[in-house]
């Protein structure tokens, strides 16, 4: 069965996406991608070098795009005009690369994520033909305004970014997913590997994640920690899950035939 993440008409085997940032070097960094099994990688354009500084080391060079999508993201913007700027600048580095990955934040305590700022940057962004991810909110109206101008794939929050909280609202993500006919990838929160497998059990179509990873206290075994939960959450919900039954117990073996249960003559 194929069961492949299709993202802008390319398909992917991995569902997971893993952010960049916070490793000790881009050794680490290299290490736990490869042991976490994704194929896109997000880049702050404004913290990570990928060719814009000369003469410094590149991080293109221990992740190369022949062999990952490299999916530029705005971290660090507060403003649409910014979050555009920057992924101008990003098309111009990845030679015309259009797949993007827009957030514009509230504020630095939080980085709750900005929607009007976002829903207007998002407008600017497909009108220039770039095909955006968008980090939101876990509001379903919101995610429905974002699909309808035209992104490719909207990424509610499970939590504050980088506060390793888990999924704080399971319902709001549900009702996102059940009405998005872009994929819905579960953005910001995750904290471990029991988060990303309950993400998919939710039916989302991947996580995106990068503290979880880069500050464990081993980054390359969370990441195949990580890379197992995705799997295992998405096997789950297709498999489907049994039917909750509260105060009504169920034997797991059959009761039939058992000592003390049958029916002797006489």
């Not at 580095?93 to 976002?118: C, I, R, W, Y």
């Amino acid at each position: 069965m194929d069961d492949r993440l299709v993202i802008a008409g390319k398909a992917y085997g991995s569902r997971l996406l893993v952010g960049t940032g916070k490793y000790r070097d881009f050794e680490e960094t290299r290490l736990a991608i490869e042991a976490s099994g994704a194929e896109i990688v997000t880049v702050a354009i404004r913290r990570v070098n990928i060719g814009q500084n000369a003469g410094e080391p590149s991080l293109l060079e221990a992740l190369p795009p022949s062999r990952y999508t490299i999916l530029p993201n705005t971290a660090g913007c507060y403003t649409a005009e910014d979050a555009v700027r920057t992924l101008r600048l990003a098309r111009e580095l990845l030679d015309g690369h259009s797949l993007v990955k827009l957030e514009v934040l509230g504020d630095t305590e939080t980085l709750f994520p900005n929607m009007p700022e976002t829903l207007a940057a998002a407008r600017t962004l497909v009108a220039e033909g770039f095909q955006v991810m968008v980090y939101c909110s876990d509001d379903p109206i919101l995610a429905r305004q974002l699909e309808e101008i035209g992104c490719v794939a909207v990424m509610p929050l499970a939590s504050l970014i980088g506060s390793g909280m888990g999924i704080l609202n399971p319902w709001n993500l549900q009702i996102i997913r059940d009405r998005a006919k872009v994929p819905v990838l579960v953005d910001a929160g995750i904290g471990t590997a029991s988060d990303a497998a309950v993400a998919m059990e939710l039916g989302c179509d991947g996580v995106l994640m990068n503290t979880a990873i880069a500050k464990a206290r081993d980054p390359v075994r969370m990441g195949r920690a990580m890379k197992l939960a995705v799997e295992a959450g998405r096997e789950a919900w297709l498999a489907g899950r049994m039917e909750r039954k509260p105060y009504r117990a169920s034997a797991s073996s059959p009761t039939e035939g058992l000592i003390g249960r049958t029916a002797w003559p006489g």
